[in-house]
């Protein structure tokens, strides 16, 4: 593929491992980051010392703070904000004249849910309420078993481009196909952007199991693969109860492929943060899922699925589903009930 300018919006540990892999291929690649100090470690030592220390970055991505630069001019834009401030972060790009126009093609790495007066809603379903009406239905949400750090080292990882808007998704599949990444086509876009956001509820859950399986003689690792099957579950469950439409979106690397590596590996932020709930007892500092989630930056990395619980609880709760290992975790969040009383009550 021809050298193509591409922009990227955040500058957190995936979005850099993006920026990265494509500019590997030869694109340039502009990110914006809050941070100064950020923007001058990418531009002065192509290195992003904050979120993705220790990993040279190619000397094609460069660093802006300026955001309506990052986005200008781009054939290609990958939005990489956290879902609390995405929309927010998406406004300040609407006078950019190719998002204006809807010449730019979006791609989004967010996960989670966007509150709304009427409902938690999907990332998708909230930028197209901010984006031009050029943009329904041509967005493209990119997801699948992807820890930034081995994206950034060049290990094979597979990735989902899902659009209702095939053409968008193929250009993105091309754009993102690398000799390190597998990039597949879908148009259940619902569905991939659930199993995005619900599987790493699951994956604090499963923190937790594993820091008190390493002491238990109940739990172990047979345990651990019921959960993350009974999770898997009720992932398909929230998945067609909000308009998933196929159901290979949830055996596939979308599905049962990202949840696993987001269960079990090193990198995983949730998992890391199920395994500080057991053994730093984080939740002393906060009186509330609401206190944590108003104060996460206190906890110095960003566990996704404490936040995800908070709106899957909302959903279940207004369409009547039950989501024993989601309502769990917001309960044990909430303070409502221990870790390891919970844990001995829902796996048996």
Known sequence: MESKNIGVIGAGAWGTAIAHALAKEGHSVEIWAMEADVVEGINEKHENFKFL????????????????????QKEFLILASPSLYLAGTVAQLLSVPS???????????????????????????????????????ALVYISGPSHAEEVAMGKLTGLIAASENPKNTIR??????TQ???????????????????????????????????NSDFFGDNTESLL????????????FAMGATHSETFTSIAGVG???????????RNRRFGHDIINKKILENFS?????????????????????????????????????????LYKILNKEIEPVDFLKEVLR
């Open 53 to 72: 220390e220790g990993f040279s970055l190619s000397q094609n991505v460069t660093a802006t703070q300026n955001i309506q630069k990052a986005a200008s």
């Open 228 to 239: 993350l099957a009974a999770g898997l579950n009720e992932i398909q469950t929230l998945g």
């Open 172 to 177: 993105f599949r091309e754009l993102l196909k």
């Open 180 to 214: 390190s990444l597998m990039v597949f086509s879908s148009l259940d876009v619902i569905g991939v952007q659930i199993c995005a956001a619900a599987k790493n509820v699951v994956a604090v859950v499963f923190g937790c199991l594993d820091a008190v399986a390493q």
């Open 99 to 137: 998002i204006a126009d809807g010449s730019t093609c979006i791609g989004i790495l967010t996960k989670g849910f966007v509150p709304a007066k009427d409902g938690p809603k999907l990332i998708t379903e909230t930028l197209e309420e901010v984006l031009p009406p050029s943009y329904k239905k």
């Open 258 to 268: 990202d949840l696993d590596v987001t269960c079990r590996s090193k990198y995983g």
């Open 288 to 328: 509330s899922l609401d206190d944590l989630i108003s104060r996460i930056s206190e906890i110095g990395y960003l566990p996704e699925g404490a936040v995800a619980c908070k709106y899957i609880q909302q959903i279940a709760s207004d369409r009547n589903i039950k989501l024993p290992i989601c309502n769990g």
